[in-house]
């Protein structure tokens, strides 16, 4: 199992900002296998962790086309700066 962690400085969220995260959040989960995704707005910081079983299901949803026109858009405007990591989860447990 995989994560991907992305961390942005927000700059200007427009009115389509959420309607195109809803829509790259509907893609990821239907052709590219996300098991699982939370996305947290804190001030002008966001955070955003993704689950995946491989690395080649990232590997595909970064290259499709409309993930690839968000990004741009993103760097366009929505963000001033991002990060993104992936991270492979050795162990994972929770409580009852």
């Not at 927000?10 to 239907?30: G, K, P, S, V, W």
């Not at 910081?45 to 858009?73: C, F, G, K, M």
Request: glycine share 2%.
């Amino acid at each position: 199992m995989y994560a991907v962690i992305f961390r942005s400085t927000i700059n200007q969220l427009d009115a389509d900002y959420q309607r195109i995260a809803q829509r790259m959040r509907e893609l990821a989960f239907r052709d590219y296998h996300c098991v699982d995704f939370t996305a947290v707005i804190e001030g002008s910081e966001e955070v955003a962790v993704s689950y995946w079983h491989s690395l080649e299901d990232i590997q595909a949803w970064r290259q499709n086309p409309e993930h690839i026109e968000t990004i741009a858009r993103a760097r366009a405007g929505w963000y001033s700066s991002y990060r993104v990591e992936v991270v492979e989860i050795k162990r994972s447990y929770q409580s009852p």
